[in-house]
């Protein structure tokens, strides 16, 4: 961009084919986000006044943002933050972007408990801690507790709850490790989690923006991408009440494995759930009785 005068048509009718070039599927988009953090503004706005011309600070930065996104870096992470259940989180480098999808966890779960009841839960995994602390808004009388074994992960989950005044119990665990579940013996009433899930096998069929952006922590899992539901599965039961639920988010085609997980450690109502794609996104069951 040179020193004449760029307006904000101007300068997203420049990025897009430019996004585009780089691969990006969402450019026009793209480009209207990382503009409207520059200019604080909305994104009506920018048509609303898009022949209002930049000055040179703002154009600076709008294309520090734009050659970020070039390179594949997430918009969620130019701008450190992302909208999940219609609220904002900070989100950072140690933290897993929130998905849409995992937003039919959440819907699932309070479904499951519609009324005023106080409970106690568990999210495993929490890294922005999008699914706990949405829970804690939908239900603040919940006592709600999550784990992540990324202490960086929990910092920022942190920062979210306090940000959106949700509080929540956070903790250092390895949910891999037996003694992170001997030592809440049948505290809650239910678990949730969206572990990590991916085979690392399946590494070279992801995306760039996630492969080289998105913390490994929270994408792959041994055992064929399994490992955690096989040990929630065996381990989850001992903190959970009698009749207590799990709902854990799986990835494609592993619902089939994911359900005999369960059946052969004694769940009972195991059932698989869509998303709004039709694709089997979560699985909920009932602890065995013990
Ligand atoms: C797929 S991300 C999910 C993050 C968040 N719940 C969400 O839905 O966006 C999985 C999370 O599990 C955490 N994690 C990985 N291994 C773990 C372990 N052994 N114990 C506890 N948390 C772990 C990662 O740090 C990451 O934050």
């Known amino acids: 961009m040179s020193q004449q005068i760029w307006t904000i048509k101007d300068v997203i009718d420049w990025s897009i084919p430019f996004l585009k070039e780089k691969g990006s599927p969402s450019a026009r988009?793209?480009?209207?986000?990382?503009?409207?953090?520059?200019?604080?503004?909305?994104?009506?706005?920018?048509?609303?006044?898009?022949h209002k011309p930049l000055n040179s600070e703002e154009r600076t930065a709008f294309r520090d943002r734009i050659r970020r996104r070039?390179?594949?870096?997430?918009?969620?992470?130019i701008l450190g933050r992302k909208e999940f259940f219609g609220h904002e989180f900070y989100v950072g480098p140690a933290t897993l972007i929130p998905r849409p999808e995992t937003e039919h966890l959440v819907e699932l779960l309070l479904k499951s408990y519609p009324d005023d009841t106080e409970l106690t839960g568990l999210d495993v995994g929490t890294g922005t801690g999008c699914i706990a602390i949405s829970l804690k808004k939908a239900r603040p009388h919940w006592n709600l507790s999550a784990w992540d074994i990324s202490r960086e992960a929990l910092t920022v989950a942190a920062r979210n709850a306090e940000a959106l005044e949700a509080p929540v119990m956070f903790e250092q665990r390895d949910a891999l490790q037996d003694s992170s579940?001997?030592?809440?013996?049948?505290?809650?009433?239910?678990?949730?989690?969206?572990?990590?899930?991916i085979a690392a096998s399946e590494r070279s069929e992801l995306p760039v923006s996630v492969v080289r952006f998105e913390p490994a922590l929270a994408l792959f899992a041994e055992e064929s991408g399994l490992i955690f539901y096989r040990k929630l599965a065996q381990?989850?039961?001992?903190?959970?009440?009698?009749?207590?639920?799990?709902?854990l988010e799986i990835g494609a085609g592993q619902a089939s494995d994911v359900c005999l997980l369960l059946e052969e450690s004694g769940w009972q109502n195991i059932a698989v759930h869509q998303d709004l794609a039709g694709?089997?996104?979560?699985?909920?069951?009932?602890?065995?009785?013990?």
């Open 29 to 50: 988009l793209d480009a209207e986000l990382l503009l409207c953090d520059v200019l604080a503004c909305r994104r009506l706005d920018l048509y609303l006044d898009h």
């Open 70 to 77: 070039s390179q594949g870096e997430p918009v969620a992470y």
């Open 181 to 197: 579940w001997g030592q809440r013996s049948h505290a809650f009433d239910f678990i949730a989690s969206n572990p990590p899930y």
């Open 235 to 247: 381990k989850a039961v001992r903190s959970l009440r009698q009749g207590g639920k799990i709902f």
């Open 279 to 290: 694709l089997d996104r979560v699985v909920t069951a009932t602890a065995p009785l013990a």
